[in-house]
């Protein structure tokens, strides 16, 4: 296990971030979309992630290196086509239900987006049609 996260899912992790384990793993799913957007991946993007990852209630019976990857393939799919794109956002949005999941999710998205720099075409049109479909502001 990673360094990150045994702190993570130590003895002492409180792990109360507010989340049901599928907003969680839907907020990451869409960073990686986010990261993967602009076919340019900044350490400054890894690291927004890596933050994350940190303060999350993770279920320690599915550890986020194993979730990772899937989210990874995901995130790629989605990019591949228009339709793969809009069911990605949909997927999403079906398990992003609490106010603070939504809050979270796009605070994420738009600080990803920036973190390069840059802001990519490709990363604001998806976190617009994002916030559309999870009904956020």
């Given at each position: 296990?990673?360094?990150?996260?045994?702190?993570?899912?130590s003895?002492?992790?409180?792990?109360?971030?507010?989340?049901?384990?599928?907003?969680?793993?839907?907020?990451?799913?869409?960073?990686?979309?986010?990261?993967?957007?602009?076919?340019?991946?900044?350490?400054?993007?890894?690291?927004?992630?890596?933050?994350?990852?940190?303060?999350?209630?993770?279920?320690?019976?599915?550890?986020?290196s194993?979730?990772?990857?899937?989210?990874?393939?995901?995130?790629?799919?989605?990019?591949?086509?228009?339709?793969?794109?809009?069911?990605?956002?949909n997927?999403?949005?079906?398990?992003?239900?609490?106010?603070?999941?939504?809050?979270?999710?796009?605070?994420?998205?738009?600080?990803?987006?920036?973190?390069?720099?840059?802001?990519?075409?490709?990363?604001?049109?998806?976190?617009?049609?994002l916030?559309?479909?999870?009904?956020?502001?």
């Amino acid at each position: 296990m990673s360094s990150i996260l045994q702190r993570l899912f130590s003895a002492g992790f409180s792990g109360s971030d507010g989340l049901a384990q599928p907003e969680r793993e839907a907020i990451v799913d869409a960073l990686h979309y986010c990261m993967y957007a602009d076919r340019s991946i900044a350490l400054a993007e890894t690291k927004v992630i890596n933050d994350w990852q940190e303060t999350l209630a993770w279920n320690p019976q599915l550890p986020f290196s194993t979730y990772e990857p899937r989210s990874i393939a995901a995130a790629r799919q989605a990019l591949e086509s228009a339709e793969n794109r809009d069911a990605f956002i949909n997927n999403i949005a079906l398990r992003t239900k609490s106010k603070t999941a939504k809050e979270t999710l796009m605070r994420l998205c738009r600080k990803m987006a920036d973190a390069d720099g840059k802001r990519s075409e490709q990363e604001w049109s998806f976190i617009e049609a994002l916030r559309r479909a999870v009904g956020a502001a």
